[in-house]
């Protein structure tokens, strides 16, 4: 597996048929499973064995690099063996799953996988009806429907021709795309709220798409589907495209570059749109749009194609585009520290519930004489302590059920009781 600024840039490419594929996974599941397809070259004919560096992997998502994570994702790789994706089309029903083999020695770093022979047609050597994206765009992902919000609205983007596009499904269809079954969040509020909302919030503000409106249509008095609108984020690094020079017999639209078109849409000559990329390249062409795009919000600028043509003649927005660059990598440095702690904290409780169950369930195998005579000392040391009324009465009324070693508030006084009796 490359290394971890490697795999921020692999690109991920999947045909429009698999991305509208009906099923769900999980987000350990699906980052092992990214990490799978953004090891595909572009010029692969079959499905290689694909080994992948578990460290590179947490590290890339600012999991803790440790044995606990490598389980989890050999784990999800097993999960991925039996996860049915449904790609059926019209009264032809195609089942598979993601991968056919799995290799690993468990608490070690390294995963060996193969990809399901029966996605060759939707993963490789793909010349149209394909999506393709950076993984990066996904990467800092925590919500597992994220991504698939982000590659349905990426299969439309080319909708909007560089500006706002939209894609609208019922709620019975959307659900039955992620996986998520009839009896699950039946009323709408649960759904835009757990599923809908912090997927697409995650969208606007980690990736090159910019959420602009989300509808809720209604059939009567019940949300029966939902309207997205979205468009391209118009930053220098999310607004790449060939620099190559202009060739005179590139006159039909759609084979103008990129920075030639933009400029068309921006009020120039076609003539002086090709001179202007010939004479500046595409990249700071694009770039100095930008600038000048994000000037005009705050500034009102009598003849727009005059300014643009003196910030070309200057630095073409450079410095401008710098302080943005800064900006979006102090913005990812801050997710990624507030990732971490997240994790770490996530990790700590998951540590005192493997405590608390380990205490109960010895406190539990005990004889009943032994468990009488703990409950007694522990009864002396909350009257011993700074314990109030009502903690007592709590203890009394759960000592009286069997339970008074379950108390969350009485934890702390237990375990030490515990522990100084040997048992622990």
Same mark, same amino acid.
């Given at each position: 597996?490359a290394s971890?600024d490697?795999?921020k840039f692999?690109?991920?490419k999947?045909d429009?048929?698999?991305?509208?594929?009906?099923?769900?996974?999980?987000?350990?599941?699906q980052?092992l499973?990214?990490?799978?397809?953004?090891?595909i070259?572009?010029?692969?004919?079959?499905?290689?064995?694909?080994?992948?560096?578990?460290?590179?992997?947490a590290?890339l998502?600012?999991?803790?690099?440790?044995?606990?994570?490598?389980?989890?994702?050999?784990?999800?790789?097993?999960?991925?063996?039996?996860?049915?994706?449904?790609?059926?089309?019209?009264?032809?029903?195609r089942?598979t799953?993601?991968?056919?083999?799995?290799e690993?020695v468990p608490?070690?770093?390294?995963?060996k996988?193969?990809i399901?022979?029966?996605l060759?047609p939707?993963?490789l050597?793909l010349?149209?009806?394909?999506?393709?994206?950076?993984?990066?765009?996904v990467a800092?992902f925590?919500n597992?429907?994220?991504?698939?919000?982000?590659?349905?609205?990426?299969?439309?983007?080319?909708?909007?021709?560089?500006?706002q596009?939209?894609?609208?499904?019922t709620?019975?269809?959307?659900?039955k795309l992620?996986g998520?079954q009839?009896?699950?969040?039946k009323?709408?509020?649960?759904l835009?709220?757990?599923?809908?909302?912090?997927?697409?919030?995650e969208?606007?503000?980690q990736?090159d798409?910019?959420?602009i409106?989300?509808?809720?249509?209604?059939?009567?008095?019940?949300?029966?589907?939902?309207?997205i609108?979205?468009?391209p984020?118009?930053?220098?690094?999310?607004?790449?495209?060939?620099?190559?020079?202009v060739?005179?017999?590139?006159s039909?639209?759609?084979?103008?570059?990129?920075?030639?078109?933009?400029?068309?849409d921006?009020?120039?000559?076609?003539?002086?749109?090709?001179?202007?990329?010939r004479?500046?390249?595409?990249?700071?062409?694009?770039q100095?749009?930008?600038?000048?795009a994000?000037?005009r919000?705050?500034q009102?600028?009598?003849?727009?194609?005059s300014?643009?043509r003196?910030v070309?003649?200057?630095?073409?927005?450079?410095?401008w585009?710098?302080?943005?660059?800064?900006?979006?990598?102090?913005?990812?440095?801050?997710?990624?520290?507030?990732?971490?702690? @997240?994790?770490? %904290? /996530?990790? #700590? $409780?998951?540590?005192?519930? *493997?405590?608390? !169950?380990? =205490?109960?369930?010895?406190?539990?195998?005990?004889?009943?004489?032994?468990?009488?005579?703990?409950?007694?000392?522990?009864?002396?040391?909350?009257?011993?302590s700074?314990?109030n009324?009502?903690?007592?009465?709590?203890?009394h009324k759960?000592? @009286?059920?069997? %339970? /008074?070693? #379950? $108390?969350?508030?009485?934890? *702390?006084?237990? !375990?030490? =009781?515990?522990?100084?009796h040997?048992?622990?």
């Open positions: 597996m971890g490697e795999r692999a690109i991920i999947k429009n048929d698999l991305i509208q594929a009906k099923y769900r996974v999980g987000l350990h599941e980052r499973l990214y990490a799978v397809l953004g090891a070259r572009t010029d692969d004919e079959v499905f290689n064995k694909y080994t992948i560096d578990l460290k590179t992997l590290q998502h600012g999991l803790t690099t440790n044995n606990a994570v490598y389980t989890q994702l050999h784990q999800a790789a097993e999960e991925l063996l039996v996860t049915v994706v449904d790609i059926s089309s019209g009264n032809t029903v089942k799953t993601w991968l056919n083999y799995v690993y608490n070690e770093a390294q995963l996988v193969t399901h022979d029966e060759k939707y993963l050597q010349k149209r009806n394909y999506t393709q994206y950076n993984l990066a765009a800092n925590r597992s429907y994220s991504i698939r919000f982000y590659e349905l609205l990426k299969m439309r983007q080319n909708m909007g021709k560089g500006g596009f939209y894609i609208e499904y709620l019975a269809e959307l659900k992620l998520i009839s009896h699950e969040y009323q709408a509020t649960d835009r709220a757990r599923v809908i909302k912090p997927a697409l919030e969208i606007d503000t990736t798409l910019k959420i409106q989300t509808d809720y249509i209604k059939k009567g008095r019940a949300i029966h589907a939902i309207n609108v979205a468009e984020k118009k930053q220098r690094m999310l607004a790449l495209e060939d620099p190559k020079d060739t005179p017999q590139e039909q639209s759609d084979q103008r570059p990129k920075a030639v078109q933009a400029l068309l921006f009020g120039f000559s076609e003539s002086e749109a090709r001179a202007l990329v004479t500046y390249k595409g990249e700071k062409v694009t100095a749009l930008a600038y000048v994000e000037k919000k705050t009102e600028l009598k003849d727009p194609c300014y643009l003196r070309l003649k200057g630095d073409g927005g450079e410095k585009a710098k302080e943005q660059q800064e900006a979006q990598e102090a913005r990812q440095k801050r997710l990624f520290e507030e990732r971490q702690q @997240a994790n770490a %904290e /996530a990790e #700590r $409780v998951e540590r005192e519930r *493997a405590e608390i !169950k380990q =205490v109960q369930a010895t406190f539990e195998a005990l004889e009943v004489d032994e468990q009488e005579a703990l409950l007694d000392a522990f009864l002396d040391e909350l009257e011993a700074d314990a009324a009502f903690m007592l009465e709590r203890f759960a000592r @009286a059920k069997g %339970e /008074a070693h #379950r $108390v969350p508030m009485l934890y *702390a006084h237990f !375990k030490r =009781v515990m522990r100084e040997g048992f622990l």
